[in-house]
């Protein structure tokens, strides 16, 4: 075990397995003390309590959706992640035979700042970019190239959607995002009978990955063998996702390797990088250069609203004057927006962070009752910025006393108002 | 439960923080949580709209996606959901329900 950010770490690469087997969030028993605040941000209840003691563990993978909303809210560092590869893509730097490709995810760089002492959310992008080039990493691909890749891809999609129904064989609506690793495993789980719903689009990175071995290699002239994928994101699930059988479109597995927020921070630090004092740098641009419709995915109604700026000038052929749409930001909890586009009518959208608000939305298509023509979803309450592999919240630690009183409260609350 | 060493804790936990800290810590401490990704929210949404940083800001506007999907010598030259977006990047999904109902069967409680 290694200590990364306050979190600890299972020096675990996992190659060729099934990832349903593996836990990639668990509790240490020795360092439990049975709070219980970890049950109450869990949507599915894979973490409970194990005995009379109330020592908590996540009891089976297959009920586990990796968000790891468990880990950033246990006030006692209990919960350690069961996968790094960190080890491993050290090596991998190391060896001048292997292209090693950088892939972030836009929600790290307003997380990553704050382990070098930034205030909380600070914007840098541009120190990224040139900490990953400092690295060693060959080329500074960067996953927000395929979020506007994903806008193209799922807008058309629903396009498509909306203009067959009534037709045979007609995909249904609402079209549920898919971007999110640990709601498509909850509907997997949960709603396999609305599957069908789901954006056939993989996610950004699930996107990158195989672009980055066959465009990429190409455009670049390397051979796709040697190109080994870094997939870098503010998230435990993408861990998950990046082990997917399934992925492995480029002839390659589309993504060797996955790491979080933290564990950047950690690989800059060790390699003795001062992050602070470096200039900011572009990517390289056949797979990096993005857009704000891109950054945007990091917050809950950030795909919406990138989407929307899409299928406005699609379905009216009209252009989009002012690009914000802010009815579509979501803080928390359930967002709902009639948004009208001229000369096609209203396109009704909603938008959901955190699981069990997921499960509202779900449950109303589930009986049809589903006014919506599209639907985004995010596990983590807030969207990605809060992800579960982010920079920890000090205030959850800082004063243990003090945050562990907070979350009795908060039950003891809870259970009154229910009882 | 009966009362054990953990349980003890935890009771002497709510009466401490209830003597020494009143019981509206509770909102503070939810509040300043969201607070804190509001941070991260604002951050976001003013680098969008912060032309120095992205140039544009509608997908469809990236001069690089342009490149791709250029209907002479694009890489994605049939357009968004042609066929080689299809083979690379669109998917298909598993249905999980089978190993959670196993785990009911054996007694598990879960919340859904
Ligand atoms: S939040 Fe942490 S200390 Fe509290 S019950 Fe869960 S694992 Fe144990
Ligand atoms: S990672 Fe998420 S789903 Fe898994 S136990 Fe933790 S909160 Fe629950």
């Known amino acids: 075990m290694k200590q990364i950010e306050g979190v600890m770490y299972q020096a675990n ?41 109330g020592i908590h563990a996540v009891v089976d993978p297959a009920a586990c959706m990796n968000c790891g909303q468990c880990l950033v809210n246990c006030p006692y560092g209990a919960i350690y992640e069961g996968v ?123 996107m990158l990955g195989p672009l980055a071995k ?48 933290r564990e950047l921070a950690h690989m800059i630090k060790t390699a003795g990088i001062s992050f602070n004092s470096l200039p900011s740098q572009q990517p390289d641009p056949a797979l990096g250069d993005s857009t704000g419709a891109a950054t945007i995915f990091g917050n809950s109604g950030g795909v919406m609203e990138a989407a929307l700026r899409l299928a406005y000038e699609v379905l009216s052929g009209k252009k989009l004057d002012n690009p914000d749409i802010k009815v579509v930001r979501t803080h928390e909890g359930i967002n709902t927006a009639d948004v009208k586009v001229p000369g096609f009518g209203t396109v009704k959208v909603a938008v959901a962070s955190g699981l069990s608000n997921a499960a509202k939305l779900c ?46 409260n908060k039950r003891f609350r809870a259970r009154k108002v229910t009882a | 439960m009966k009362m054990n060493r953990r349980g003890f804790m935890k009771t002497c936990g709510i009466m ?23 941070m991260r929210q604002k951050s976001v949404y003013d680098a969008d709209a912060n032309s120095k940083i992205y140039k544009y800001r509608k997908s469809q506007d990236n001069p690089m996606i342009k490149k791709i999907y250029d209907h002479k ?10 066929h080689m977006s299809h083979h690379l990047l669109h998917t298909h999904y598993v249905d999980r329900s089978a190993r959670l109902a196993t785990l009911k069967d054996k007694g598990f409680k879960f919340n859904l």
Not at chain 1, 143 to 167: C, H, P, S, W, Y
Not at chain 1, 182 to 203: H, I, Q, R
């Open chain 1, 13 to 53: 690469a996992p190659k060729g397995v099934d990832p349903d087997g593996i836990f990639f969030v668990q509790v240490d028993p020795a360092k439990c003390e049975a709070c219980g605040s970890c049950d109450e941000v869990c949507a599915t209840g894979a973490i409970q309590a194990i005995n009379d003691d």
């Open chain 1, 84 to 206: 790094s590869y960190v080890d491993e893509i050290f090596e991998k730097l190391k060896d001048p035979d292997t292209i090693v490709v950088s892939m972030p995810a836009p929600a790290v760089r307003y997380g990553l700042g704050e382990c070098f002492g930034a205030p909380t959310g600070t914007y840098v992008g541009g120190k990224m970019h040139a900490a990953l080039r400092k690295l060693g990493f060959d080329y500074i691909w960067d996953n927000e190239f395929t979020a506007d890749v994903t806008i193209m891809e799922e807008g058309t999609e629903l396009i498509q959607r909306v203009k067959e129904q009534g037709k045979k064989n007609a995909r249904p609506l609402p079209q549920f995002t898919s971007c999110c690793p640990g709601w498509v495993k909850f509907a997997e789980t949960f709603y396999p009978d609305l599957m069908p719903n789901l954006s056939s689009c993989k996610s950004p990175i699930g």
């Open chain 1, 214 to 261: 066959t465009y990429g290699a190409h455009e670049t002239h390397t051979k796709a063998k040697k190109i080994y994928t870094v997939s870098i994101m503010p998230c435990i699930a993408k861990k998950y996702e990046g082990l997917r059988p399934e992925l492995a479109d480029s002839g390659f597995r589309d993504i060797d390797a996955t790491i979080n927020t």
């Open chain 1, 363 to 408: 449950d109303e298509v589930r009986a049809g009752k589903s006014p919506y023509h599209f639907i985004e979803i995010m596990s983590c309450p807030g969207g990605c910025v809060n992800g579960g592999g982010q920079p920890l919240d000090p205030e959850i630690r800082a004063s243990l006393f003090r945050s562990t009183v907070a979350q009795i």
């Open chain 2, 16 to 38: 401490a923080g209830y003597a020494v800290l009143g019981v509206n810590l509770t909102k503070e401490a939810v509040a300043s949580a969201m607070d804190f990704v509001g």
């Open chain 2, 73 to 82: 010598n694009g890489f994605l030259h049939e357009g968004p959901c042609g």
